[in-house]
């Protein structure tokens, strides 16, 4: 396996160059600033911005009209689609590009409301995110269709599967479920439970799952899961070092099945059907910055090769969970001795990516967050749009919600090190 250079890593951020600034990223310019709110986005790529930088100095006009210059756009265009389609293993025709996440999770399950039929049900998991909740409890309100929650444990937040086969019937058509908790950070084994609704039911059950909070600790290869029965799958680029945007992949099979949110003249064009908001060209361009980035960190970890993108993905998708879940366990080790609430799994596991949500007795999270900052650590605090499971385990006050660590594979050891002596100076020693 790839053992993963942080150094290298760091030298194809731009947040990371000594350029005496202080505003940004761990370690950016000479304040000493260690960033561990990853999950509520990343720093940009070198070659996303520079992409992006040539996109709007030299081209920013209509794409793939005569000009040279609208010519030049739209190849970028097009490089931006196939590149990343190529980084996740798809066929450019099924990669759906949107604004966002929760736009492309409200475009689906709009496009569902054709498919379910009144008493139909829908299975939601309370462990989500709102986007992958709040879309579909609005499609089962207008299809008159039943919303039922697949509630997480309130002492663990974790969803058991025995749970989930309660509340299959001949009527459930889908299932919506994250692939991991941006909260309590558990990856939930998604080919598993695409077995396991085939398994429960003679009716084709669909699974659709949110990848946000999985894909920054390692992009996924979205054919594999599809062939594992994952029929639609979301995640955001702004998320894995790139542009402001929204990816879904849908099953072609379900896609044909959906009323299509696009303009009527472009329904026959499969990436087209569920594009409901008008690509933002640019931010679609520098998507090609993500695959730059990751062909370039596989070179130099493994030098040249001729295996496909998606493989060298892969490979570098597996050495960076390596590299964070070395850099987070000593930080749930340091959490585990504290007067605190870990929330989620309080050990780094093959099922736990690293995110890490606590809160403190007798400070608010709010609080503990403002002195994190004293010390130079970006960390969150709140419900991070996932209040539900918050909720269901016991957390009272949801607005100042939990603290939250989230690591990239940008941050080094240094930053660690800076993060551990933060939280002994802030935090009360648990009493044995
Ligand atoms: C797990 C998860 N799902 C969905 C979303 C929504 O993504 P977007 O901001 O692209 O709409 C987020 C955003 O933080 C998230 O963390």
């Excluded at 250079?5 to 160059?17: C, I, K, L, W, Y």
């Excluded at 039943?146 to 974790?158: D, L, Y």
């Amino acid at each position: 396996m790839i053992s993963l250079d942080v150094e290298r890593v760091r030298q194809h951020f731009p947040a990371f160059a000594n350029t005496g600034g202080s505003e940004t990223g761990s370690r950016a310019g000479d304040e000493n600033w260690c960033f561990f709110e990853n999950a509520g986005g990343t720093l940009p790529v070198k070659y996303v911005v520079d992409r992006l930088h040539r996109f709007y100095s030299k081209h920013k006009v209509q794409p793939y009209g005569h000009a040279p210059m609208q010519a030049q756009a739209g190849r970028d265009m097009d490089e931006g689609r196939t590149r990343m389609a190529a980084l996740l293993g798809l066929d450019v025709d099924d990669l759906i590009l949107g604004p966002s996440t929760t736009q492309n999770f409200n475009t689906l399950a709009t496009g569902f409301t054709g498919l379910l039929e009144a008493g139909d049900e829908i299975i939601i998991s309370e462990q989500d995110h709102e986007a992958n909740i709040g879309a579909w409890l609005r499609a089962a309100k207008l299809a008159g269709a039943k919303a039922v929650f697949w509630q997480a444990n309130a002492e663990t937040g974790e969803l058991e599967q025995a749970e989930l086969l309660k509340l299959i019937n001949p009527r459930t058509r889908l299932v919506a479920l994250t692939h991991s908790s941006n909260i309590i950070g558990s990856i939930n084994p998604l080919t598993e439970i695409a077995d396991l609704l085939k398994n429960a039911s003679k009716q084709k059950i669909f699974l659709i799952a949110d990848g946000v909070s999985y894909a920054p600790h390692g992009l996924p290869a979205i054919d594999q899961l599809a062939a594992n029965g994952v029929d639609a799958y979301c995640f955001s680029t702004y998320k894995t070092f790139g542009t402001h945007m929204g990816v879904m992949y849908i099953h072609p099979e379900l896609s044909s099945k959906l009323t299509p949110q696009c303009h009527y003249f472009n329904t026959g064009k499969r990436a087209a059907r569920f594009d409901s908001a008008g690509p933002d060209h640019a931010s679609i361009a520098a998507l090609a910055g993500i695959a730059d980035y990751l062909e370039k960190l596989y070179a130099e970890h493994e030098g040249a090769s001729a295996t496909s993108l998606v493989q060298q993905v892969q490979a570098c998708s597996q050495a960076i969970k390596k590299y964070e879940h070395d850099l987070a366990a000593p930080v749930l080790a340091c959490l585990r001795n504290k007067n605190v609430r870990i929330f989620g799994q309080a050990t780094m596991s093959e099922t736990r990516e690293a995110n890490i949500a606590f809160s403190t007795v007798g400070a608010t999270a709010a609080s503990v967050n403002q002195s994190l900052a004293q010390h130079h650590i970006a960390a969150g605090h709140g419900h991070f749009y996932a209040p539900r499971v918050l909720k269901r385990m016991g957390c009272e006050d949801l607005e100042d919600g939990v603290v939250r660590l989230s690591f990239a594979h940008y941050n080094s050891l240094s930053d660690v090190e800076q993060l551990l002596s933060a939280l002994d100076a802030i935090l009360p020693q648990r009493k044995s």
